[in-house]
């Protein structure tokens, strides 16, 4: 088993990927720290995000459990083959895009870095596959809902899919139980006003009702 699929494995774990995006990332370490003491074993920062490959850097750095691979760091928002050579060299263990480039995707399959284009039709979720993507990130899921994945993988079930975009504790597991991989989560687990407050508990709390929900859905299926 090669780098990336260990990386893959790893993320589908915790089965859940916080995503990142705030406009100050200051209390990045602690904020990391809360979502993997919640069980969670990947986390996206997002360019979008003012000093993200700075940020990056650092937890690959302070964080322990992304050197040892109990947990990957990966960076989203990531639109072209410039932003990911970027993220890589700063540390991603995986990359994440909004959008289907596939010269990015076939960049970072070429280096052997785990990355999720973004994806809306079959189409789109098939090119995305076949060009490289270790998982294709479904977006914006929430237009779609949970039926959509169980429709595209009746005759693509070799895919990998995550949704991404509107996923909360309500709809978490009826994702997964449609055939998810992992889901996407941003606000409704990073939520900005328990980061300002530095109140890591109540995100390590939420972090764990979102594995608890992912858990219980797998072992539905």
Not at 56 to 81: D, H, K, T
Not at 127 to 153: Q, S
Request: with cysteine.
């Amino acid at each position: 088993m090669n780098d990336a699929q260990n990386a893959v494995q790893v993320i589908e774990k915790g089965g859940v990927v916080p995503v990142v995006r705030l406009p100050d990332l200051a209390g990045a370490a602690g904020l990391a720290q809360a979502l993997l003491d919640g069980g969670v074993t990947a986390v996206e920062l997002t360019m979008t995000s003012p000093g993200a490959l700075e940020a990056l850097s650092l937890l690959r750095a302070r964080v322990p459990a992304f050197a040892q691979g109990a947990a990957a760091l990966g960076m989203g928002s990531v639109l072209n083959r410039k932003m990911a050579a970027a993220a890589i060299a700063s540390g991603a263990q995986f990359v994440v895009a909004p959008t289907l480039d596939l010269p990015t995707v076939a960049y970072c399959a070429g280096l052997g870095v785990p990355v999720m284009p973004g994806a809306f039709t079959p189409t789109e979720v098939q090119t995305a596959w076949l060009a490289g993507a270790a998982v294709v990130k479904v977006f914006p899921a929430a237009r779609l809902g949970p039926g959509y994945f169980t429709d595209i993988l009746a005759p693509l079930p070799h895919l990998k899919l995550m949704p991404t975009g509107g996923v909360g504790l309500e709809n978490a597991g009826q994702f997964v139980r449609a055939g998810a991989v992992a889901v996407g989560v941003g606000s409704a687990l990073v939520r900005k006003d328990w980061v300002a407050d530095g109140n890591w508990q109540a995100i390590t709390e939420q972090a764990r009702r979102f594995v608890a929900a992912v858990e219980e859905a797998r072992g539905e299926t």
